[in-house]
């Protein structure tokens, strides 16, 4: 029987546009209420089931409302109606560099965003190893996150995801960055998640990577 991890009924997340700065203020403070702004839906009425160990491709136009999805799930926004549940630890890679602190060094991050995650110390040490040697960045752990490039950044928060050893993976177009050999490696470890019973949310517009990995 499936168990489903991630449900999502009936999810909306609207906006406020205005046409101009002054109709924010004018709208707060007009004394009959009345709206100066357009209704934005980046989601409406969105229902949604994942079951464990399922690889979910979501695909779509810029503007469509992907990485908004990945956020209610994830718990980094709040829908404006509808409900989420989920079940089991959640790691998301929805920027990079998202939870690292650019002043820390590379070292200092896994400790930081391990602990962010709920870690603790002597947890972090026991697998601190295997982060670096995922990330091949050994020559520039000690150097500030702030001196790494974009690739070297999405490296380091890959190799702290999949080592932390979450129940759902949420990736937001992360893999497209960074060189060809690390992507296939980072491909093959989604590949050991799912073999042992992970979930994996996967935003990408490479259709070819969606094909290859993905479930449904």
């Given at each position: 029987m499936n168990e489903s991890v991630i449900q999502l009924k009936d999810i909306?997340?609207?906006?406020?546009?205005?046409?101009?700065?002054l109709d924010r203020l004018k709208e707060s403070l007009d004394p009959r209420s009345r709206s100066y702004h357009n209704?934005?839906?980046a989601l409406k009425n969105i229902n949604l089931n994942v079951?464990?160990?399922?690889?979910?491709?979501?695909?779509?136009k810029n503007g469509s409302g992907k990485s908004t999805l990945l956020q209610i799930v994830s718990g980094v926004l709040t829908p404006?109606?509808?409900?989420?549940?989920?079940?089991?630890?959640?790691?998301a890679l929805l920027e990079l560099g998202m939870g690292f602190n650019p002043e820390f060094t590379g070292l200092e991050n896994i400790y930081f965003y391990s602990a962010l995650l709920g870690y603790k110390r002597e947890q972090i040490d026991a697998i601190v190893n295997d982060i670096i040697e995922f990330s091949e960045l050994e020559d520039f752990i000690n150097q500030p996150i702030k001196t790494y490039s974009s690739g070297m950044k999405a490296r380091l928060a890959f190799s702290v995801s999949v080592n932390v050893d979450p129940e759902i993976l949420i990736l937001d177009e992360v893999?497209?960055?960074?060189?060809?050999?690390?992507r296939r490696k980072c491909y093959?470890?989604?590949?050991?998640?799912f073999r042992g019973g992970k979930t994996i949310l996967f935003v990408s517009h490479v259709a070819q990577s969606i094909n290859e990995l993905c479930t449904r």
């Open positions: 909306s997340k609207k906006y406020n546009l205005y046409n101009k700065r209704d934005f839906f079951n464990r160990g399922e690889i979910l491709g979501i695909v779509g404006t109606g509808g409900t989420v549940v989920t079940k089991g630890m959640i790691v893999l497209s960055v960074g060189d060809e050999l690390f093959a470890r989604m590949e050991d998640f």
